[in-house]
């Protein structure tokens, strides 16, 4: 096998990943802020990180240095794992499940899928980059070369929340240590690659927080970024006024980080099919 065939696009990205993380983190450590503004008191209340480091403050430090690799090594769990992928040759306990689904009322039948050929659950999907059927299936983060699914949702979010707090900090880190009041050739020599992480930072926590605030969202509610993209295309959506997976705020964040209340979706259709019939009947 050739060595550039290792290269795959999953290998790319996460090394891409990886290399600009640990590079900006040596950018926010290294670089040297020198003396404070004369508009900035010298009692600032959270000194850069070259000044924690002059003033032997080590905790601080260490803490971002964690966060940071907590972080990285988030994104690779996340990034390298299942995500909840569809069997294509089902095992004895999923052929009796497949049973059971069948046993489901069947106002919206069960397809198979046309690439895998295996019965795809409720709100599976097939994503033609990984060319598998993902359970829940939410979508393809292409910045992990992995689909985000039932399996490895919880930790996608976790790792957007902790994400944006070590951007935060990392954001506020490069602005402490910009110093605008210079001629410009010497602030472009002293400042220009701290000011050019500042603007990379500032990117990607405006990306992490609308990608955190929109997973919150739909996680509360109990749906997906494809069921809410497309749920006009989506056949057990199109026939409903609302979301039958919707249990309610606290049942749906339960469900979602806990497991619990446990069970299939083609129970809480059944469920939510009892309910309509009966409010209906009254």
């Known amino acids: 096998m050739a ?41 600032h209340p959270i000194p850069p990180l070259r000044q924690w ?12 240095l964690l966060l940071v690799l907590g972080s990285l090594l988030l994104y690779l769990t996340v990034s390298l794992m299942d995500p909840g992928y569809v069997n294509v040759l089902p095992q004895p306990q999923e052929e009796a499940k497949e049973e059971q689904t069948a046993m489901v009322p069947q106002a919206i039948p069960l397809r198979r899928c046309r690439y895998c050929m295996v ?8 994503c033609r980059e990984c060319r598998r059927c993902v359970r829940r299936y939410d979508h393809h983060c292409p910045w992990m070369e992995n689909c985000v699914g039932e399996r490895n949702h919880p930790l ?7 994400q944006l707090a070590v951007l935060l900090w990392a954001l506020y880190l490069a602005w402490s240590g910009l110093r605008f009041f210079q001629p410009w050739g010497l602030w472009l020599r002293s400042s220009g690659l701290l000011f050019a992480t500042f603007l ?28 809410f993209i497309s749920s006009h295309r989506i056949a057990y959506l199109r026939q409903r006024p609302g979301n039958p997976f919707d249990r309610g705020l ?26 309509e019939g009966s409010s209906q009947v009254v």
């Open 53 to 64: 480091e002059e003033q032997g403050e080590l905790l601080l430090p260490l803490t971002f």
């Open 250 to 275: 606290t049942r749906n964040l339960a469900h979602f980080f806990c497991g619990w209340p446990s069970g299939s979706w083609e129970t809480l259709w059944a469920e939510d099919e009892e309910e």
């Open 156 to 162: 996608f979010v976790a790792y957007l929340a902790l």
């Open 200 to 227: 990379l930072l500032s990117l990607f926590s405006l990306v992490a927080s609308l990608l955190l605030a929109s997973h919150l969202y739909l996680v509360a509610s109990n749906t997906t970024t494809w069921e």
């Open 119 to 126: 019965l795809q659950p409720l709100r599976a999907r097939h």
């Open 3 to 43: 060595p550039w065939a290792l290269l795959t696009p999953g290998v790319l990205v996460r090394t891409g990943h990886t290399v600009l993380t640990w590079g900006i983190t040596l950018v926010l450590f290294l670089h040297d802020t020198g003396e404070p503004e004369p508009s900035r008191p010298r009692t």
